[in-house]
């Protein structure tokens, strides 16, 4: 079973920054897939940004240029760097890792901007 565990969520002022971890746990063969999504209030989940096991990334139209995803194969953690934050950042934020072709979510992380 495989487990993650976020933190890092919080609330920021425009134009600051934030930092999301990711950390999965339990038994884990290969991580295909890493990724971060959010959800913001009466909006559909969206792709925030991704990295795959080659290390390919691929990033959300409105994020492109602020956002960083990273990851540790070691630790098997993702990271997500926030810069420039926007008042349309805030959303619920959650990670998601595909093991062996099996989808995890964790439970999310609130991330608000706000003066």
């Known amino acids: 079973q495989v487990q993650l565990v976020e933190s890092g969520g919080g609330l920021v002022q425009p134009g600051g920054s934030l930092r999301l971890s990711c950390a999965a746990t339990?038994?884990?063969?290969?991580?295909?897939?890493m990724g971060w999504h959010r959800q913001a209030p009466g909006k559909q989940r969206e792709l925030v940004a991704a990295?795959?096991?080659?290390?390919?990334?691929n990033y959300g139209d409105s994020v492109k240029g602020r956002f960083t995803i990273s990851r540790d194969n070691a630790k098997n953690t993702v990271y997500l760097q926030m810069n420039s934050l926007k008042r349309e950042d805030t959303a619920v934020y959650y990670c998601l890792v595909v093991v062996d072709m099996v989808h995890y979510w964790g439970q999310g992380t609130q991330v608000t901007v706000s003066s």
């Open positions: 990295v795959t096991s080659r290390g390919n990334t």
């Open positions: 339990g038994i884990i063969s290969s991580i295909n897939y």
